[in-house]
């Protein structure tokens, strides 16, 4: 027996988008434009969310992150901040036994004056509290820029503010910027990168240079 022939399935897609539209009621049509509309704005709002941030708080970034969450949690809320565990451990008061473990769970180098706060140090060994690292002596060099500038760094570091340097005016082969800057970093994958862009300063705004 001969098959019967197979129609186009362009014909079965448009027969079947008219059955539906068919069957919509007015209220059908509104609930799904609504929708739409709704999902194109998020979209849009994701998009330039920057920009949206700046309109409503006049920052471009929200400084509150999930490990900053996790710290409040940690400390109920900030009402225990742990300064009444700070204590000296010495030779005399505590015994032998005991300076050991907390010299093996707390190096001395990260207690200076041998004064703990247990909660810092906890948080800070988990990556819910920050570590503090200085910045000295910036170096740039060999910056995709043709001419003498005015140049400036720009550092955005975890849910801290940006920090910003002087601009110096200098050729793009070295440019040295002598002012330091302190970083607040937390150890933990969950922390957003540092990054670090260069900028050419313009007579009305500026322009990126380089970023890493």
């Known amino acids: 027996k001969q098959l019967p022939a197979m129609g186009n399935p362009l014909e079965y897609i448009v027969d079947g988008l008219a059955f539906f539209v068919g069957s919509l009621s ?7 434009a609504v929708w739409f509309v709704l999902a194109l704005a998020l979209v849009v709002v994701f998009k330039y969310r ?4 700046m309109l409503l708080t006049g920052d471009e970034f929200v400084h509150l992150t999930f490990l900053d969450v996790l710290w409040l949690c940690f400390t109920c809320g900030g009402c225990c901040d742990g300064g009444w565990t700070v204590w000296r451990c010495t030779r005399r008061v505590c015994c032998k036994l005991c300076c050991l473990c907390i010299d093996w ?12 706060n247990l909660v810092k140090e906890s948080g800070r060994s988990m990556g819910f509290y920050p570590v503090c690292i200085k910045l000295d002596h910036l170096i740039a060099g060999d910056l995709p820029f043709d001419r003498q500038g005015s140049f400036f760094c720009v550092i955005n570091a975890g849910s801290s503010p940006s920090q910003s340097t002087a ?3 200098s050729y793009p082969k070295v440019v040295h910027w002598g002012e330091g800057k302190v970083l607040r970093l937390r150890d933990s994958p969950a922390e957003p990168d540092v990054h670090i862009s260069i900028r050419e300063l313009d007579v009305f705004g500026h322009t990126e240079v380089a970023s890493v």
Do not use: A, Q, Y
């Open 167 to 169: 601009s110096v005016t």
């Open 50 to 53: 920057r920009r949206v941030t």
């Open 26 to 32: 007015v209220s059908n049509v509104r609930e799904i």
């Open 105 to 116: 769970l707390w190096p001395p180098h990260r207690r200076p004056g041998r004064s703990l």
